[in-house]
């Protein structure tokens, strides 16, 4: 019922850019917060940015001033604009979407994207 699409990952240089994007669909609804996550082999997952549906945004220290967390409620989208990559921004990266209603509190998570950021 619900599909998480990710789309924007791969190769950056350091220095460079890229735009990772997320849309869910289906039935999904009261969405509270949409985030970025990311992870590597034998490491925990970590919280890249975080907006909520009030418009806060949060971000790891690693990626404050560089990373863009965005939303857009009307096609339940939620964009990282990753700029200045730094080669220890490689990892896969995970969308969130966190729902929240009466009763009710899920997590949906986007399958994952590489993201190598290499010269």
């Known amino acids: 019922q619900v599909q998480i699409m990710e789309s924007g990952g791969g190769l950056g240089q350091p220095g460079g850019s890229l735009r990772l994007s997320c849309t869910a669909s289906?039935?999904?609804?009261?969405?509270?917060?949409m985030g970025w996550y990311r992870q590597n082999p034998g490491l925990q997952r970590e919280l890249v940015a975080a907006?909520?549906?009030?418009?806060?945004?949060n971000y790891a220290d690693s990626v404050k001033g560089r990373f863009t967390i965005s939303r857009d409620n009307a096609k339940n989208t939620v964009y990282l604009q990753m700029n200045s990559l730094k080669p220890e921004d490689t990892a896969s990266y995970y969308c969130?979407?966190?729902?929240?209603?009466?009763?009710?509190?899920?997590?949906?998570w986007g399958q994952g994207m590489q993201v190598t950021v290499s010269s």
């Open positions: 969130n979407f966190f729902v929240r209603s009466a009763g009710h509190e899920y997590d949906y």
């Open positions: 907006i909520t549906s009030g418009g806060s945004t």
């Open positions: 289906g039935n999904i609804f009261n969405i509270n917060a």
